[in-house]
């Protein structure tokens, strides 16, 4: 069953259950709230870096380390293995500190398939400060041991909300917000562009100006098929910028596409139907795309500098008022 849990995302599913393993994972996962329902080790000594009371109410089973070893799929197993009730965001407990380091930043991930990349991606949306995470079906589950692993942690320290279909993610995002998408695809090598976008959050046409509306409609369409590879799936048009230009005037959702398939076109319509933008991270030609989790890191932080900009700007203002 230990095994299974940690391998399957069906059995996780239907029997509520996650597999956190190591020391680090499963006190953040205490702290925040999570309930440990059994809790395999291999010496007591393990159990004294762990709250106590929460202890009390979980299965303490004692293991020999080559039974850890042999359920782990760590180089390294430290012989410390949590069954866990599948976390529910909405009634976590929040570090203090990642609660008031949040900022208007959210982070949309659309069909990022790689765990490895997954939990990356998690890891830097917790140390920029987004509010919150948003995963599309299609996404790797952030239950897996491989994002876990990556995560880092991050799983407890800010809401996860996975498996939702497009039409229910407006719903998940608070009033007024704008949707952004990254691009790494250089306004100026549009001509690249003709071939289906491969890379983080790359997708669709290439804009022919980063500060004015991509004009390139019949250029788009062919790029997109449907699941039975049809052509001609409408993608609508969105104005481009780099991404280190002014983009944070109003809270902001920023999606980032898989290396596969990139940006999907509902992400382009729910982008284009909040005014929001295709913000482009320019490499040098010839390379192809950029990891997604790398492309997450550049953006979120870029963000998250414009807005600790503005908000220092914001009170300086208020400390010396323009007569």
């Known amino acids: 069953k230990v095994v299974t849990i940690a391998k399957s995302k069906k059995f996780r ?9 190591g020391h680090r994972l499963i006190k953040d996962a205490l702290q925040a709230g999570a ?8 010496t007591v000594g393990h159990l004294k870096e762990l709250p106590e009371a929460e202890l009390k109410r979980a ?9 850890v070893k042999s ?19 909405a009634k976590m407990s929040y570090p203090a500190a990642q609660l008031t380091s949040s900022l208007p930043l959210l982070l949309i991930c659309d069909n990022i398939r790689d765990p490895g990349n997954l939990g990356t991606i998690l890891r830097s949306a917790a140390g920029a400060g987004c509010e919150k995470v948003l995963l599309t079906k299609g996404c ?8 876990l692993r990556a995560g880092m942690g991050a799983h407890f320290r800010l809401p996860i909300v996975a498996n939702l279909d497009w039409e229910s993610v407006p719903s998940n995002l608070p009033a007024g917000i704008q949707v952004c998408v990254a691009d790494n695809k250089d306004p100026d090598t549009q001509a690249e562009t003709m071939s289906m976008s491969r890379g983080a959050g790359g997708a669709g046409s290439a804009p022919g100006n980063p500060k004015a509306p991509v004009n390139s409609k019949p250029k788009a369409a062919p790029e997109r098929r449907d699941e039975e590879g049809a052509a001609g799936v409408c993608v609508p048009e969105l104005a481009a910028q780099y991404y280190y230009e002014n983009w944070t005037q109003t809270p902001v959702a920023v999606v980032i596409g898989g290396e596969t398939h990139g940006l999907s076109p509902d992400a382009l319509h729910l982008a284009a139907s909040t005014g929001g933008k295709r913000l482009v991270i320019p490499v040098v030609l010839g390379v192809d795309s950029l990891n997604s989790a790398i492309a997450a890191g550049i953006v979120l932080f870029e963000g998250k500098r414009q807005l600790l900009q503005r908000h220092k700007q914001e009170d300086e203002r208020q400390k010396f008022p323009v007569v």
Request: net charge negative; no cysteine; aromatic share 12%.
């Open 13 to 21: 599913d239907h029997h509520g259950k996650v597999l956190l393993e």
């Open 35 to 42: 309930v440990l329902q059994t809790l395999f080790f291999s």
């Open 140 to 147: 790797v589950d952030p239950w897996e041991p491989k994002v």
């Open 71 to 89: 359920w782990s799929d760590l180089v390294t197993p430290q012989g410390l293995i949590g069954i866990f009730s599948k976390p529910n965001h």
């Open 59 to 67: 299965n303490l089973v004692k293991v020999k380390f080559e039974d």
